[in-house]
């Protein structure tokens, strides 16, 4: 068995161009199987484009990627027997009620009249919309409908399953249900998921890659990624103004920058263990009137904003 | 590509079904029922209205006979049907694309030829149950109100018809293939349609390739009596029916490159 099979995603030197201008600059990602994968970056990063790609929408410009083993330009097999895909905006046909549109979809992928009940009854209860299975999905709400586009991806029992933006348009009961949902699939099936909300993929992937000017800046565990690149803060509230702790932090070394909001202050630092050692004391002997004390844990985010930001001037162009 | 075409019953249903919910194919038999009931009682009510309107001057017209009424219905099968399918298809692929169904259709293991040729064979459906309809209306008051047409003549004529029909509905689905707004598509499918009605009469050679030579003043005679060649019958059927596979490929190959 090659690499390419037993990864549930492998794309090596992916590109694409429109013109002259160049969306997917060489992308090489390794997705392992059944882990919930999330893709990261800021709009216009190249996320939707490396999802259209392995979804077989768009044909590339250069390099090659297989998902499920299988080549996404390969002629002898066809990919999307074996894939799910959800779009940042999924459509339906209004006319149809929720139980026609699924049962159409699993016409297509050729299953047989007695298992497309079943799996039609399976994915309706999966998803929450039994009982709204006659009802035309015109009038289905906003989060029916994304959770009937996620029943559709399921259809086929896919090896992997895409999801373009799944949540960023859903109010925040509509995502904590989609991210519940997500959550069950884990172990089932690979979910390869993209987004720009990070608490969202901070919460239910296992490994991330984030994406940027269509270039891979990083990919690794989402703890991995907290432990290499987010920097420490401690936060340190005053019942006073906190102007007095520029000057007291000022000549620690482990100190590397001090941002100050009213009676509260963010202290960047290069050495967390030196900081919980040195710092409290520090504060104890100011006198300074203390509230709060915290040493914040680093989020996705933190990771995010750092890599996006440290990308070399000559990466973005 | 991976031509599969075992989704495309699954498709040729949906399309089927989605013309019976969205009223498509009640528009499509009702226009052009009521085309073919129409063109006999008109022809026949003709020279009595004629009379009614001339405010006492006397307008002698020659007796209306079968000929007249199936020329009629002939002329009205030409027009009205075709700006119809027009209204009615132009959106086909257009609008599927703008609203993105098209995304999740094509994400599952269906190839865009598929996609296209359901669309076609639905559409192409709806027409041949209408133009039927049409037909046995029109033959039947002909009949009643005039005298018989001949069968063999009628069904030829009906058989143009429909490939006449046919071609305008492969110029409507390349447009809607080709543009992404549908109003724009209805456009350049307009006048392809223009192009189909007028090109024959400024072109013989384009004229002995489309069907609609039939129901022209030459060769219209000959057909009802009996005298024409099999030759000119089969050429403009078979030339227009080769036309409407030459522009279906196109239309596959075209969908094939573009972008969802």
Same mark, same amino acid.
């Given at each position: 068995?090659?690499?390419?099979?037993?990864?549930?995603?492998?794309?090596?030197?992916?590109?694409?161009?429109?013109?002259?201008?160049?969306?997917?600059?060489?992308?090489?990602?390794?997705?392992?199987?059944?882990?919930?994968?999330?893709?990261?970056?800021?709009?216009?990063?190249?996320?939707?484009?490396?999802?259209? =790609?392995?979804?077989?929408?768009?044909?590339?410009?250069?390099?090659?990627?297989?998902?499920?083993?299988?080549?996404?330009?390969?002629?002898?097999?066809?990919?999307?027997?074996?894939?799910?895909?959800?779009?940042?905006?999924?459509?339906?046909?209004?006319?149809?009620?929720?139980?026609?549109?699924?049962?159409?979809?699993?016409?297509?992928?050729?299953?047989?009249?007695?298992?497309?009940?079943?799996?039609?009854?399976?994915?309706?209860?999966?998803?929450?919309?039994?009982?709204?299975?006659?009802?035309?999905?015109?009038?289905?709400?906003?989060?029916?409908?994304?959770?009937?586009?996620?029943?559709?991806?399921?259809?086929?029992?896919?090896?992997?399953?895409? =999801?373009?933006?799944?949540?960023?348009?859903?109010?925040?009961?509509?995502?904590?249900?989609?991210?519940?949902? =997500?959550?069950?699939?884990?172990?089932?099936?690979?979910?390869?998921?993209?987004?720009?909300?990070?608490?969202?993929?901070?919460?239910?992937?296992?490994?991330?890659?984030?994406?940027?000017?269509?270039?891979?800046?990083?990919?690794?565990?989402?703890?991995?990624?907290?432990?290499?690149?987010?920097?420490?803060?401690?936060?340190?509230?005053?019942?006073?103004?906190?102007?007095?702790?520029?000057?007291?932090?000022?000549?620690?070394?482990?100190?590397?920058?001090?941002?100050?909001?009213?009676?509260?202050?963010?202290?960047?630092?290069?050495?967390?263990?030196?900081?919980?050692?040195?710092?409290?004391?520090?504060?104890?002997?100011?006198?300074?009137?203390?509230?709060?004390?915290?040493?914040? =844990?680093?989020?996705?985010?933190?990771?995010?904003?750092?890599?996006?930001?440290?990308?070399?001037?000559?990466?973005?162009? | 590509?991976?031509?599969?075409?075992?989704?495309?019953?699954?498709?040729?249903?949906?399309?089927?079904?989605?013309?019976?919910?969205?009223?498509?194919?009640?528009?499509?038999?009702?226009?052009?029922?009521?085309?073919?009931?129409?063109?006999?009682?008109?022809?026949?009510?003709?020279?009595?209205?004629?009379?009614?309107?001339?405010?006492?001057?006397?307008?002698?017209?020659?007796?209306?006979?079968?000929?007249?009424?199936?020329?009629?219905?002939?002329?009205?099968?030409?027009?009205?049907?075709?700006?119809?399918?027009?209204?009615?298809?132009?959106?086909?692929?257009?609008?599927?694309?703008?609203?993105?169904?098209?995304?999740?259709?094509?994400?599952?293991?269906?190839?865009?030829?598929?996609?296209?040729?359901?669309?076609?064979?639905?559409?192409?459906?709806?027409?041949?149950?209408?133009?039927?309809?049409?037909?046995?209306?029109?033959?039947?008051?002909?009949?009643?109100?005039?005298?018989?047409?001949?069968?063999?003549?009628?069904?030829?004529?009906?058989?143009?018809?429909?490939?006449?029909?046919?071609?305008?509905?492969?110029?409507?689905?390349?447009?809607?293939?080709?543009?992404?707004?549908?109003?724009?598509?209805?456009?350049?499918?307009?006048?392809?349609?223009?192009?189909?009605?007028?090109?024959?009469?400024?072109?013989?050679?384009?004229?002995?390739?489309?069907?609609?030579?039939?129901?022209?003043?030459?060769?219209?005679?000959?057909?009802?009596?009996?005298?024409?060649?099999?030759?000119?019958?089969?050429?403009?059927?078979?030339?227009?029916?080769?036309?409407?596979?030459?522009?279906?490929?196109?239309?596959?190959?075209?969908?094939?490159?573009?972008?969802?």
């Amino acid at each position: 068995m090659t690499v390419a099979e037993q990864a549930a995603i492998r794309c090596t030197g992916l590109r694409k161009s429109y013109g002259t201008a160049e969306v997917l600059k060489g992308l090489d990602l390794t997705v392992p199987a059944k882990s919930v994968f999330g893709l990261l970056g800021p709009n216009g990063a190249g996320k939707s484009t490396t999802m259209k =790609l392995l979804t077989r929408q768009i044909a590339p410009t250069g390099g090659q990627a297989w998902v499920a083993g299988v080549p996404i330009s390969g002629k002898s097999t066809d990919v999307r027997q074996r894939i799910g895909y959800l779009s940042e905006q999924p459509a339906f046909y209004l006319w149809m009620t929720g139980y026609e549109f699924l049962h159409f979809i699993g016409e297509l992928f050729g299953l047989k009249p007695a298992l497309l009940r079943q799996r039609c009854d399976e994915l309706f209860s999966l998803v929450g919309l039994t009982g709204a299975e006659k009802k035309r999905i015109g009038a289905y709400s906003h989060g029916m409908r994304q959770r009937l586009g996620i029943a559709q991806a399921l259809m086929n029992q896919p090896e992997v399953l895409f =999801l373009d933006e799944p949540v960023s348009a859903l109010d925040p009961l509509g995502r904590k249900e989609v991210l519940e949902l =997500l959550a069950q699939l884990k172990g089932h099936c690979t979910v390869f998921f993209s987004s720009h909300i990070l608490a969202d993929v901070d919460r239910v992937c296992d490994q991330v890659a984030v994406l940027h000017h269509g270039r891979l800046l990083a990919q690794a565990s989402t703890q991995d990624l907290k432990e290499h690149y987010a920097q420490p803060v401690i936060t340190i509230e005053l019942e006073t103004e906190a102007n007095p702790l520029t000057d007291l932090l000022k000549l620690e070394n482990y100190v590397q920058q001090i941002n100050i909001q009213g009676n509260q202050a963010s202290v960047l630092v290069t050495d967390l263990a030196l900081a919980k050692q040195r710092l409290p004391a520090l504060l104890v002997q100011s006198g300074l009137p203390l509230l709060r004390y915290e040493v914040a =844990l680093p989020t996705l985010e933190d990771v995010f904003v750092r890599l996006v930001h440290e990308e070399p001037a000559e990466a973005k162009q | 590509m991976i031509m599969n075409f075992s989704p495309f019953w699954p498709m040729l249903k949906k399309e089927l079904y989605e013309q019976y919910r969205t009223y498509r194919a009640f528009i499509a038999i009702v226009i052009l029922l009521l085309l073919g009931v129409s063109a006999p009682i008109v022809t026949k009510l003709t020279p009595d209205l004629l009379q009614s309107l001339g405010n006492g001057i006397t307008i002698v017209l020659p007796a209306q006979t079968a000929n007249d009424a199936l020329a009629s219905y002939l002329k009205n099968m030409t027009q009205l049907p075709g700006l119809m399918l027009i209204l009615l298809a132009m959106g086909c692929v257009a609008e599927e694309r703008s609203r993105g169904t098209t995304i999740t259709v094509l994400t599952k293991p269906v190839s865009r030829s598929v996609f296209v040729l359901a669309k076609f064979f639905a559409y192409a459906a709806v027409l041949l149950v209408s133009t039927a309809l049409s037909a046995a209306a029109a033959y039947f008051y002909t009949t009643q109100l005039f005298s018989a047409l001949p069968v063999t003549a009628f069904l030829l004529l009906n058989l143009a018809l429909f490939i006449f029909f046919l071609l305008a509905l492969a110029i409507t689905i390349l447009a809607s293939v080709l543009l992404r707004n549908a109003v724009a598509a209805g456009g350049l499918a307009f006048a392809g349609f223009l192009a189909l009605s007028i090109l024959p009469g400024l072109n013989a050679t384009t004229a002995q390739a489309l069907p609609s030579i039939l129901f022209g003043s030459e060769r219209l005679p000959l057909l009802l009596a009996g005298t024409i060649t099999p030759g000119e019958i089969l050429w403009p059927l078979g030339a227009g029916l080769g036309l409407v596979v030459v522009l279906l490929l196109l239309t596959c190959l075209i969908f094939q490159y573009q972008e969802l």
